[in-house]
């Protein structure tokens, strides 16, 4: 064995058997955590219940439209000491928004029955996640992936009104 393999070879013994990273890493983990499940929650297949793909796609056009048109308000609103926009004050002004069009749509469906009894439980279930997401938001304010959860949230929230209150002579 040559002089500068036995040196290679003290070298590497000498180095430690573990290394420690730099930062925390659960941070980044729980992200893609939470993306995956994400992602699986929407690769879901939808329950048939009888509404028809067009009111559907309607009712999300309708929250989509209306998350930009919030956007550009906000955008185009002056700004106080021209202080940026922060992410929270868009969440506020999407969550305004989301639940003006969720009253109106409730108000328009009240004569139709619900078809199941647990809704409102569901309901008060995604408005929870909407509270969780707004909380993470003040303290990951540039978090543009909380943001876009909030706003499947508030969609989530809108197909469940929709679906629930759908006519039975819709049903297959």
Do not use: C
Not at 97 to 108: K, P
């Amino acid at each position: 064995m040559s002089n500068s393999e036995q040196k290679l070879r003290q070298t590497l013994t000498q180095l430690p058997r573990e290394k420690m990273p730099e930062r925390d890493l659960w941070q980044g983990i729980e992200l893609g955590i939470e993306r995956q499940e994400m992602k699986q929650n929407t690769e879901q297949k939808p329950v048939k219940t009888g509404v028809k793909p067009i009111s559907l796609a309607a009712s999300f056009a309708i929250v989509a439209i209306a998350g930009w048109l919030v956007t550009q308000q906000l955008t185009t609103a002056p700004i106080e000491n021209n202080a940026p926009l922060t992410a929270q004050q868009l969440a506020e002004a999407l969550s305004t928004q989301h639940q003006s069009q969720r009253d109106n749509l409730l108000v328009s469906l009240k004569d139709q029955p619900a078809l199941t009894e647990d809704w409102q439980q569901q309901l008060a279930e995604l408005d929870g996640a909407a509270n969780a997401i707004k909380a993470a938001l003040a303290q990951d304010p540039n978090n543009t992936a909380l943001l876009k959860m909030l706003q499947n949230v508030y969609q989530q929230q809108m197909s469940l009104i929709e679906r629930v209150h759908s006519p039975k002579w819709r049903q297959i």
